[in-house]
């Protein structure tokens, strides 16, 4: 059990990003270190207070620290996966209870826009390959498609969720898609694994996040108004890990949803705003059942007529998510969710905005509850 | 035959190599623990039950549902590019694994979740003879 002790004592104090795009000149460090400085300044923190180092998808923990010129007591490295912002930000509060970091920076990069990374095929070989299995959208094509015999559950459904994260990404101005886009739009994008079309995937495109926590009394001599962390919860499924998950993550999710919610003491009905990892506009779907938003089955009725939406019953992903904002697996929409509660986000603000959830359905299911200090 | 599509070729190591040495005489087979007598897949150092390492590999009955598909319409290989659009389905094994595998015949023309299969073999591709799935 996760020490429900650590609700609303450590905050996220700064957060920054670089420009998203397509940015060929610049490498990962360099990204990462434009959003480091953004973060930086987003709160005010003298850089040589920073003790702690935990990096994604850039290529060395060494050579990051060296850029950046800190010298940390506490470094993480872990894996290029977009599980890997839950799990980071977890890990780093962990290491903040422990003592073994006081102020801790969490970078992540990503260049595979410019670097033409395909996400699947040659550079990730497994063991369907003859069956011409590959990436992973094509394995949440086989969830959504099980899901759809199973429930029936329909595409225009589906296409809700990227319609409603589209019209969030047309009033967020550092977003990479900005056109509106209609269910009838969708239905008629290209298909690339079916029944999942362009629209229901991720973008691929350059960039990099940073955020930067510590203690709430800490955070109370910066900047910014403290946002702590509420509530945490941690699952993983990773027996049978070379399927496509069985149960659409539902049973890790009832889990992590029995933590968080416990953790940080509220209901569904207190979450005014869900950051929710969208991979694959599926996995939306997904995460609203196994969180208990609606019942199992029951998402694409749950999310029709604009539940998603600014205004909507449930606003979702308020800076577009991975489908229009931008492909920073997971860790853009942990920004989101800092700077939703702190009221920064102008024409897509949620109003009165106070508790933000974050929860990522994968393979190492995790969810954060942030609230105003 | 179609010499134009090339199918990615199987990992023949010593752990998957049983599997794909009995598909090219067109057996399914599947490896049970010789300690708890439990199957896994797909074939690894040690059973994940009891962490024994010898298996027996058995053949299978071949009978199957299906549990979900799909139909690529990208190409992540350059060999496969002239076979688009092609399907690719999961089915579970009556003996319990499920199986990533492609459908032919009716279940290719129609296929419905839980619908049964049994086992059939391609020769469809030049170096490798593939478990597919058609309509039992």
């Known amino acids: 059990m996760i020490d429900k002790s650590i609700s609303g004592k450590y905050a996220v104090v700064g957060v920054g990003q670089s420009a998203y795009g397509k940015f060929p000149e610049k490498d990962d460090f360099h990204l990462a270190a434009d959003a480091f400085a953004d973060a930086l300044d987003d709160c005010g923190l003298e850089k040589d207070k920073i003790d702690g180092l935990a990096v994604c998808r850039l290529p060395h923990y060494g050579r990051m620290a060296e850029i950046l010129g800190i010298q940390p007591r506490w470094t993480l490295q872990v894996p290029p996966h977009g599980r890997m912002s839950g799990v980071s930000i977890v890990e780093a509060l962990a290491a903040l209870d422990a003592g073994y970091t006081d102020y801790v920076v969490l970078l992540y990069a990503n260049i595979g826009r410019s670097r033409r990374v395909q996400y699947g095929g040659e550079e990730s070989p497994g063991f369907w390959d003859p069956w011409g299995f590959t990436s992973m959208g094509a394995i949440h094509a086989m969830m959504f498609r099980e899901h759809m015999e199973r429930y029936g559950t329909t595409t225009r459904q589906l296409a809700e969720v990227p319609v409603a994260f589209r019209r969030h990404a047309v009033m967020n101005p550092a977003a990479v898609m900005r056109e509106a886009f209609s269910i009838d739009d969708h239905e008629n994008a290209r298909m690339i694994c079916d029944p999942l079309r362009l629209l229901d995937y991720c973008l691929i495109n350059d960039g990099a996040v940073c955020l930067i926590l510590t203690s709430l009394e800490r955070a109370r001599d910066l900047k910014k108004k403290p946002v702590v962390v509420a509530g945490v919860g941690a699952q993983d499924a990773l027996v049978n890990y070379s399927y496509p998950q069985h149960d659409f993550w539902y049973e890790p999710l009832t889990k992590v949803a029995d933590q968080v919610y416990g953790m940080a003491g509220i209901g569904h009905d207190d979450v005014d705003s869900l950051m929710v990892y969208d991979n694959f506009s599926p996995t939306v779907l997904f995460s609203l059942e196994g969180l208990g938003f609606c019942k199992r089955g029951e998402a694409g009725a749950f999310v029709e007529g604009g539940t998603l939406g600014l205004g909507g019953k449930l606003p979702a992903n308020t800076d577009g998510g991975h489908l229009s904002n931008s492909y920073m697996q997971g860790w853009a929409l942990n920004v989101e969710a800092v700077r939703q509660v702190r009221g920064e986000c102008g024409e897509r603000q949620v109003p009165g905005c106070e508790t933000v959830q974050y929860v990522a359905a994968t393979p190492c299911t995790r969810s954060i509850i942030y609230r105003a200090a | ?136």
């Not at chain 2, 040690?46 to 299978?60: G, K, S």
Request: glycine share 4%.
């Open chain 2, 1 to 136: 035959m179609t010499p134009d599509i090339q199918r990615p070729l199987p990992d023949r190591n010593p752990i998957s190599a049983p599997f794909w040495e009995r598909a090219d005489q067109r057996v399914l087979a599947l490896p049970w623990c010789k300690k708890c007598d439990q199957t896994h897949f797909p074939p690894s150092p040690r059973c994940p039950y009891c962490l024994h390492d010898a298996f027996e590999w058995r053949p299978v009955s071949g009978r199957a549902t299906l549990v979900s598909w799909v139909v690529f319409h990208r190409a992540y290989w350059d060999g496969v590019a002239a076979e688009l659009p092609y399907n690719v389905c999961q089915v579970e094994l009556e003996e319990g694994p499920r199986l990533i595998s492609n459908l032919v015949g009716a279940a290719k023309e129609a296929p419905r979740h839980g619908m049964a299969l049994k086992v059939t073999f391609t020769d469809r591709y030049p170096d490798i003879t593939l478990p597919v799935f058609d309509a039992a």
